[in-house]
Each structure stands twice: as C-alpha cells, then as structure tokens.
C-alpha cells in the first residue's frame, strides 16, 4: 500500500474509534491539529524513514500546504503544553491529592489495561472470548469517559 493511502487509511481509524472520538471531543486539541499532530509523530514510523514537512503535509486527509501544515502542528504542540502544564500546576497546587480525581486516575488504568489488551489480541487462541472481554472494556470506557467529561463531574468529585 502507498505511504499516503497507509497513513490515511490509519488517521481515519484513530479519529473514528469510539473511545478516540469522546477523547478527542474533551482534549485542547482541534480535530485538524490532531491529525497534524499525529502525521507529525507517526509518521516516520509507518514510512520507516526520515520526512520533511512538505511530504507530512501531503498525508493529510485533505493535503495542505507545508506552511498550513506547521502552524496547525504549532497550534497542536502548544495546546498539548499548556495541557501539560495545566496537570503540573494543579499537582504543584496539591489538586490531585484530592480524592475526588480517583475517577479520572481509574479510567486512566482502564484506558492502559484496553490498549493491552487490544495489543495483546494477536495471537490469542480464543479469540472469540478476548474480543468479548475487549468489547465489553470498550464499552464501560466509553461510558466512564461520556460521564467524565461532564465539567460538573469534577466539581462534585473534588
């Protein structure tokens, strides 16, 4: 398959998986830098060489110029910074010595246990069961996270 076709054909699946999408929806990032952001740091590894911006900028869903294509990762990297920051500060200000956070620190461990899981289905020799334990992980995370994102969820949880 051609790197284009490739890279598309996996954006459209990372956009478009239903735990990606909730958040995706929640995050500081456009759907747009998302895409950029993840051509940017992907990229390299399904082309298995170096690219330079104007070729990144060729992956898009829809092409854009190279100029385009750095200020939309810009924008991208600096909102994933800000967010970064956003987490040390409320560490620093003792926000997450506060129970009320145990549900987001629990979808956390979710979120990582559904990955393994997904990662670790190759191989598996029944498959049926695994898909089912997946599937029904998949889907209490989508509803941890829909409940999460509510902005009163944290008020009443701190």
Request: no cysteine.
């Amino acid at each position: 398959m051609h790197l284009k076709e490739e890279a598309q054909k996996w954006i459209k699946q990372s956009l478009n998986d239903p735990i990606g999408k909730i958040l995706a929806k929640n995050s500081n990032l456009t759907k747009t830098q998302l895409e950029t952001l993840l051509i940017d740091v992907l990229a390299e590894n399904i082309s298995g060489k170096s690219l330079k911006y104007d070729q990144k900028a060729k992956l898009r869903l829809s092409a854009v110029s190279r100029g385009a294509f750095n200020r939309t990762l810009r924008q991208a990297r600096r909102n994933v910074i800000q967010s970064i920051y956003t987490i040390l500060l409320l560490g620093y200000l003792g926000v997450f010595e506060d129970a009320g956070l145990d549900p987001y620190l629990e979808v956390a461990n979710k979120l990582q246990t559904y990955m393994k899981a997904y990662r670790d289905i190759k191989g598996k020799k029944e498959i049926n069961e695994y898909l089912r334990i997946i599937s029904t992980l998949r889907e209490e995370l989508e509803s941890n996270l829909e409940q999460l994102s509510k902005p009163g969820t944290m008020s009443k949880n701190l």
